[in-house]
């Protein structure tokens, strides 16, 4: 077995920043290609002897592979053999994955809501890190002890134990926005810990004396272990979406691009397994693909980092998009602050650059509320029912790549005269009735088509439930994006030639430049101050590392938006928020935006984005197999609209 070389690999030899790149120093002692994570490279751990006698009895199989340290990812599934694409590489039986519903403990964890379907996401994840904290004190007692103790005794890479002088490393990053639940919500389980123990988990071990589960801070670190050991091994299961720990399939670690393996159920064989999706030489890697992530959330979520990461972005949340047009709105209302009682102040609407009448109106319905505030409500209520409130609240900003083209829409909507907007909320509305109703109706003549009465019969009413089901999500889906191509259209239009469109331009680009400087001014440090810490890079603690190559692409992403969009001549900058519209359909979208043909236009309060556009999202970056499982109960239709849609019915961690 190849040792870890510790230390040995300080910086790879990726491109310095100002590219896409990670901002690794250049000249490392290291091969150019060989990048070792500065923290989370798991190390060898004791037990692979009795980890191999578990995965005999329990029939899981990884016969082409071995377990290996490599200097580059640390401890990894490794080729023994050549394997062939399409060979089955690991197989799971379904039986053997420890679920919340399937542990010792699953009439508990039932009886208190934390097994499927539970009333909150949230405590579903709580059932898992309850059976796997009680399997893991069950030790050798345990059907899973084996394999539990080959999960990595020290969980220090993650985030969650990193101090808090550490911690302040990622100020400004998503990383730390979502673990702290500040301006992204909800807050990840893993940073809610200490309320999460204080509120469900203590009381929940104190009730039940006889499950011998330690209580005080001794419980407490083995909560803290379980919930790393779920955040960053755990699966996502079929579209019921189970949350599960698949043996031997959490061996393999995620190297962006470079992923070989796809996941697959076989209903028929009830085995979880995992294909080659190439040809893979004896001694490479098995490398799996836990998403479309960014540096910083695969330091959030995994406790490591990558040396050249394509994923890596920035995010903007929707309430930091919302602020900077609504400064834009006050300062052209004549300076009216957001929250100043109004005073009645118009805007002219021949001002050109300076507005477009878009107070107009707003002032007059009601005295007492700032007509900028009262616009801005409107507006924000009008893009959300257009579709173009992204996943989560937050827009993924890539160097080198416009923005995406539902910020643009956001930001011309909230900007939007009222005339614009009038015309927008009617065509939107219209829009995503006809196809949803479009949807409804071809779903409708499909089922006629193949169900002859006998066949219809022979189908249970949970069959047909999510059948019904699948239809409604597909048509709320196409009804979004119907909505939201109204407005990226609307968009693209207002920035038609002329000086009416210069002027549009202008003032989108003031807004831009607006937010970019706002979220760059979040961190706890300037672009410069990180680039001129790369060539320190090797002699620097490896936490600040971590956060090193977590934030600085971040900031280029922002720092390339800038550049983009401000102090440029004009028509280039207008190029860009056309590239950026052009690069549409908009929205991941969500269920907060138009239901169903059924609801339309009714704006559903505050969409937190579907699950369908989270599914989708993760599943484009993976190697998903043309007919994946279903991880459980057959809901077939469901199953058919997921895959039409290009969502992979696996997903890993916890939900991001
Ligand atoms: C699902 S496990 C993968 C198996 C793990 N290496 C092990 O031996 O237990 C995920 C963890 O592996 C590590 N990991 C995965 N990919 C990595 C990479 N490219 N570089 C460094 N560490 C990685 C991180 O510690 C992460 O939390």
């Given at each position: 077995m190849a040792k870890a070389k510790p230390g040995a690999k300080g910086a790879g030899g990726a491109p310095a920043a100002g590219g896409s790149g990670s901002g690794v120093p250049k000249g490392a002692t290291a091969p150019a290609d060989s990048f070792r994570s500065p923290v989370g490279c798991t190390g060898a751990q004791?037990?692979?002897?009795?980890?191999?006698?578990?995965?005999?009895?329990?029939?899981?199989?990884?016969?082409?592979?071995?377990?290996?340290?490599?200097?580059?990812?640390?401890?990894?599934?490794?080729?023994?053999?050549?394997?062939?694409?399409?060979?089955?590489?690991?197989?799971?039986?379904?039986?053997?994955?420890?679920?919340?519903?399937?542990?010792?403990?699953?009439?508990?964890?039932?009886?208190?809501?934390?097994?499927?379907?539970?009333?909150?996401?949230?405590?579903?994840?709580?059932?898992?890190?309850?059976?796997?904290?009680?399997?893991?004190?069950?030790?050798?007692?345990?059907?899973?002890?084996?394999?539990?103790?080959?999960?990595?005794?020290?969980?220090?890479?993650?985030?969650?134990?990193?101090?808090?002088?550490?911690?302040?490393?990622?100020?400004?990053?998503?990383?730390?926005?979502?673990?702290?639940?500040?301006?992204?919500?909800?807050?990840?389980?893993p940073t809610q810990v200490p309320m999460l123990w204080a509120e469900v988990i203590a009381p929940f071990i104190e009730e039940h004396p006889d499950l011998g589960l330690p209580g005080g801070e001794r419980g407490y670190e083995l909560y803290r272990w379980a919930t790393c050991a779920v955040a960053s091994y755990s699966f996502i299961l079929g579209d019921d979406k189970y949350q599960a720990m698949v043996p031997v399939w959490d061996l393999l670690n995620h190297i962006t691009g470079k992923v070989n393996v796809r996941l697959f159920h076989c209903p028929k064989r009830h085995v979880l397994q995992m294909i080659a999706t190439r040809d893979i030489a004896s001694g490479e890697e098995l490398v799996n693909n836990y998403g479309e992530l960014s540096n910083s959330e695969l330091l959030r979520g995994y406790g490591f980092v990558e040396a050249s990461n394509a994923h890596n972005h920035a995010q903007i949340p929707v309430s930091f998009v919302i602020s900077a047009a609504r400064d834009l709105l006050a300062e052209e209302a004549g300076g009216a602050g957001a929250s100043r009682p109004a005073k009645r102040q118009r805007a002219s609407a021949s001002d050109g650059a300076a507005g477009n009448g878009a107070i107009e109106g707003a002032e007059e319905e009601g005295e007492e509320e700032d007509p900028v505030q009262r616009l801005v409500k409107e507006r924000r209520r009008l893009a959300q029912r257009l579709g173009l409130f992204p996943q989560h609240h937050v827009f993924k900003v890539f160097a080198g790549r416009p923005p995406p083209a539902a910020l643009t829409a956001l930001i011309f909507t909230l900007l939007a005269s009222p005339q614009q907007a009038a015309d927008l909320a009617i065509q939107g509305r219209r829009a995503s009735v006809a196809a949803a109703r479009s949807v409804e109706a071809s779903a409708t003549g499909g089922r006629l088509k193949r169900s002859g009465k006998a066949r219809r019969a022979a189908r249970s009413e949970e069959e047909e439930e999510a059948d019904d089901e699948a239809v409604a999500e597909a048509a709320s889906k196409a009804a979004v994006e119907a909505a939201s191509k109204v407005a990226l259209a609307a968009a693209a239009a207002a920035l038609g030639d002329g000086a009416a469109g210069r002027a549009a331009a202008v003032r989108m680009c003031r807004v831009y430049d607006a937010l970019a400087e706002r979220m760059l001014r979040r961190y706890g440090t300037s672009l410069q101050d990180d680039q001129a810490l790369l060539p320190s890079y090797a002699s620097l603690p490896p936490r600040r590392r971590a956060a090193l190559l977590a934030r600085l692409p971040e900031k280029e992403a922002l720092a390339a938006l800038r550049a983009a969009l401000s102090g440029r001549p004009m028509a280039e900058q207008a190029a860009v928020l056309r590239a950026s519209l052009a690069s549409g359909p908009a929205a991941p979208g969500g269920k907060g935006a138009v239901a169903s043909s059924k609801g339309a236009g009714a704006g559903a309060g505050e969409g937190k984005g579907g699950k369908g556009g989270e599914a989708e999202e993760k599943g484009k970056g993976k190697a998903s197999g043309g007919k994946a499982g279903k991880g459980g109960k057959g809901k077939a239709g469901v199953a058919d609209v997921a895959q039409a849609q290009g969502q992979d019915p696996f997903s890993f961690g916890f939900s991001l």
């Open positions: 004791r037990g692979e002897t009795e980890f191999a006698a578990w995965c005999a009895e329990e029939k899981v199989r990884f016969p082409s592979s071995r377990l290996d340290v490599l200097p580059d990812t640390g401890r990894a599934l490794v080729a023994s053999r050549n394997i062939k694409m399409g060979e089955a590489v690991v197989e799971v039986p379904d039986d053997a994955v420890l679920m919340a519903d399937n542990c010792e403990i699953h009439t508990i964890l039932e009886e208190y809501g934390m097994t499927k379907p539970a009333d909150e996401e949230i405590l579903e994840v709580q059932g898992l890190i309850i059976a796997v904290m009680y399997e893991k004190n069950l030790g050798s007692k345990s059907r899973w002890g084996p394999y539990l103790d080959l999960l990595p005794d020290d969980m220090t890479h993650m985030p969650l134990y990193w101090t808090r002088a550490d911690f302040r490393e990622l100020r400004g990053t998503a990383a730390y926005d979502k673990m702290l639940g500040r301006v992204q919500h909800p807050a990840d389980a």
